[in-house]
């Protein structure tokens, strides 16, 4: 069964009792620990940091992979309670360990689970780490220490994670100016490990938190705990009753964010990356380099031209966003999916801290957010913003991606195309800065057609240029 082992763009996923079971578990464990018995980073120590979400069975995912490492001499940091995945992150850099893992399956359906892997930065492994862990699985004997004896041992140490990421984020924004507020702030977890973040962080200030489907579900609630539109049915119902400044939705795991305005209307995840850019340059007068996945909006290149930052684009996979911050000199680095990262943390997504820093700016402002993201229409132009995820055989894809490029269109809605991006799929940008791109799943028979332009009619007019594109190339 191992040989069927694959790792994805962030980690290994699959699902529960068929593929992801005790023992491939326990196979991926031995694997990861060969390697960083072997991959040893300047300074860190023999340490592990591992935690776990609501999943079914995480908890008992995450205690077999301790005995893994701990057999394998490495001392663990367990968690003790379903954690989101950067509160390992952060912990795996701030105690110098070699590496930390996360049991969660993210944003995926019920039935599956995964094995996320962070290095010593925090950050998400790299493409190279992953295939060289994937090549191993089975090929050692597998090493372990029983969870009673460890624990007794020291080896294994259940830890409460979360107070001390706390005390940290209180430390990234100004705590205090959001605490005399009085916002009235709502959370939407979808059933995930975000679910009570917010009271906790905000509980002796005088803004108000409700937090919705909170509840320890494993099936959350029937749906996948995706933070899109689609999934907030519940929660925007009740704030169309008793509305609230800002919603916040995180995805299972927490790491991306998602949201409402404080009627139940859903944000996009451009419109609080941009909030938040704006935020950073304009109120807490911070400078430095940008970095945005291809498929993130434009409006992220009109904000960084007027203001003279230098913008840097990358594949989509948080993992490249990670490989700049890395560098230094980053501002923001942030992806469509809900993904940003903050380099005065860690060089990961975090959706907990993107939840205050949007608080931090409601603060700072004191206007409803309709007015901001009227003003940011005002200052940079206005966005709109498709997507659609249509049926693609894997094996027409490198001839789709091809004939993209070979068969480029020469304009998009009457206006010349002026450049085409093709280190992460096929990308076309017009003149005046609407767009076009093509690009598969990495796993899926999946193409994605995404398209930004200044109205949703001609978002609707190059989405239907990017189907014709695909079918011209699938039908022959």
């Known amino acids: ?5 694959k790792f994805g763009t962030d980690g290994w996923r699959d699902v529960i009792g068929e593929n992801y079971t005790f023992d491939n578990v326990r196979s991926v464990a031995q694997a990861t620990a060969d390697y960083f ?3 040893r980073p300047n300074k860190t120590k023999k340490k592990a940091v591992i935690g776990f979400d609501r999943r079914f069975l995480s908890d008992e995912f995450a205690q077999v992979v301790a005995e893994i490492m701990a057999g394998n001499g490495f001392k663990v940091l367990l968690a003790d309670n379903p954690v989101p995945t950067p509160v390992v992150s952060w912990h795996t850099q701030k ?3 070699r590496f930390g893992i996360m049991i969660t399956a993210s944003h995926n359906p019920a039935r599956f689970n995964g094995f996320k892997i962070k290095l010593h930065h925090g950050g998400p492994a790299d493409g190279n780490t992953c295939r060289s862990i994937e090549q191993n699985i089975g090929k050692q004997k597998i090493k372990y220490t029983s969870f009673a004896t460890g624990c007794k041992t020291g080896k294994i140490q259940p830890f409460n994670l979360m107070p001390k990421y706390f005390t940290a984020l209180k430390m990234l924004v100004d705590f205090e100016k959001i605490q005399k507020s009085g916002l009235s ?3 939407e977890p979808l059933f995930g490990v975000g679910a009570s973040c917010f009271d906790d962080l905000l509980k002796n200030s005088n803004c108000t938190v409700r937090t919705f489907n909170a509840t320890h579900d494993p099936n959350f609630g029937g749906i996948n705990p995706e933070p899109i539109e689609s999934n907030y049915s519940l929660s925007s119902r009740e704030l169309k009753l008793k509305p609230a400044d800002f919603c ?3 995805d299972g795991d927490a790491d991306r964010i998602g949201g409402m305005d404080g009627n139940g209307c859903a944000l996009t995840t451009h419109q609080i990356i941009c909030l938040l850019l704006h935020h950073f340059i304009s109120n807490r007068k911070e400078q430095g380099r940008v970095v945005k996945a291809l498929t993130t909006t434009s409006m992220v290149d009109a904000i960084c031209q007027k203001h003279r930052l230098t913008l840097t684009e990358t594949g989509v996979g948080f ?3 990670c490989e700049e911050m890395l560098k230094g000199g980053t501002l923001l680095g942030f992806e469509e999916s809900g993904g940003i990262g903050f380099p005065c943390h860690i060089p990961e997504r975090d959706g907990i801290l993107a939840g205050l820093m949007v608080l931090e700016l409601l603060a700072v402002e004191g206007k409803p957010l309709k007015l901001l993201l009227n003003k940011l229409k005002n200052l940079y132009g206005n966005f709109e913003y498709g997507r659609i995820d249509t049926h693609f055989p894997i094996s027409k894809r490198s001839y789709l991606m091809k004939e993209a490029i070979q068969k480029a269109p020469k304009s998009l809605l009457g206006e010349p195309v002026q450049r085409i991006q093709s ?3 096929v990308k076309y940008t017009n003149r005046n800065g609407s767009w076009l791109m093509l ?9 994605r057609i995404y398209a930004e332009a200044p109205n949703s009619r001609d978002v609707s007019r190059l989405l239907k240029k990017g189907r014709a594109l695909a079918k011209r190339v699938e039908h022959q």
Do not use: C, N, W
């Open 1 to 5: 069964m191992t040989s069927q082992i």
């Open 37 to 39: 018995k072997k991959t």
């Open 95 to 97: 105690h110098k360990a």
């Open 185 to 187: 702030f709502a959370h």
């Open 248 to 250: 916040l939705v995180t």
């Open 319 to 321: 993992k490249y966003i």
């Open 423 to 425: 280190f992460d799929g």
């Open 439 to 447: 690009r598969g799943s990495g796993t899926e028979p999946v193409l």
